[in-house]
Structures are given as C-alpha cells and as structure tokens.
C-alpha cells in the first residue's frame, strides 16, 4: 500500500484522547469545528505548535503529531495551499474523520513538543505519581532510575503525564538532563513505534 505521510499539531486534552485510543485515532470534531486539518509538512505544524497551541490554549504546551494515510483515501481530497509556501493542509469534513481514520497505517506518532515555562503538566490521581507537582514527579522517577522494569511499570501507569512532561523536562530542567535523558532512553523502550520527540 502506498501512503503519504502528514502532520497535525494539537494541544493536550487532545493528545490524551490519542493517547487512550493506542495512538490510532484522531478524536471526533467538537460541534463548532466542521473540518480536521492535517497539514503536509513539519514546518507548519510547528510553527502552528509554537505560535498558536503553546500561548493561545491555557495549557502552555502544543505537540506535533505525524502519521502515515493510504494515498489512496487521501486523493479523495484536495491539497488547500492557505498562506505562504509552507502553508498547505487538507480540508477533512468533520463527519467523514472515522473514515479518514480507519485509513491511518500504523500509528499516530508525537514527533515534538513545545512549552512555556508556566506549564505545570496534567493532574495524576492514582499510582506512584499522584498529587505530585511536575518536578516531584522528576524527583521521584530520578529515585527509581536503576530499576528501568520499574520505571516503565510508572509510564504505563500513568502514561499521558509522561508522554507530556517528558519534553518540558527536557527543555527546562537543564540541570538534570542527564537524568532525563536517560528516562527518554526508557521511554524509547517501552513505546519503540514512538519517535523521539523530546529535544
């Protein structure tokens, strides 16, 4: 099957319900957006990410997401050019978005993340996390950090706060990023189909 490979930037609360579909589906339209925008090329969606989800949602943070579709499905559509050269997207109608789905190869990958310094990451009720701020969080991965079987039971428990604060670790706890990258390396382990997006 020939594919073709697109970009769509996104802000947390839609990350998570990637995340809960097992990085399959994009989440249905809210009732006031008719169109899923996918856009053809990295540039965009972060540009996208860093101008619009990161200052404009409350949450301080926007992701990257790329995903593979058959070429096929996609002809059905036409490519919108909707500003500068970069500028490029298909128009998707909110009520063809299963179909759209279904004839997604593979997974949904975050290939980048991007953040504010006032992020403070999602709430976590349960498990070894719960109730702890994002850097007692770092404190408390940093102490099981030689059990990597221990630290992977920790992601998948409470994997949507991993995938999400992984990247701000990254970019502002300069002083433990040997730390971090050594959790990054864990986390490639335990989601391989992942990409590294944390840099």
């Known amino acids: 099957m020939t594919t073709v490979r697109l970009w769509r930037p996104l802000g947390l609360k839609e990350l998570k319900l990637i995340v809960d579909s097992g990085y399959r589906t994009y989440p249905p339209r809210l009732y ?24 404009s949602n409350g949450d301080y943070c926007g992701f990257v997401t790329e995903f593979d579709i058959s070429q096929e499905h996609l002809s059905k559509y036409q490519e919108q050019i ?24 593979g997974h949904i990958r975050v290939v980048a993340s991007r953040y504010s310094n006032q992020y403070s990451g999602p709430a976590i009720g349960e498990g070894p996390l719960a109730n702890k701020s994002i850097d007692e969080q770092l404190v408390y991965l940093t102490s099981i950090l030689a059990d990597s079987e221990k630290v992977k039971a920790v992601f998948e428990e409470a994997e949507y706060a991993i995938v999400t604060n992984l990247g701000f670790w990254k970019q502002f706890r300069k002083d433990k990023e040997p730390i971090v990258d050594q959790l990054i390396r864990v986390w490639s382990e335990f989601r391989p189909e992942q990409k590294n997006c944390y840099y």
Do not use: C, K, S
């Open 32 to 55: 006031w957006q008719p169109i899923f925008y996918p856009v053809t090329n990295f540039a965009y969606a972060e540009q996208i990410t860093r101008e619009w989800n990161v200052v």
């Open 82 to 105: 909707v500003g500068g050269q970069i500028h490029t997207e298909y128009w998707i109608p909110a009520e063809e978005l299963d179909a759209f789905n279904a004839n997604i190869v």
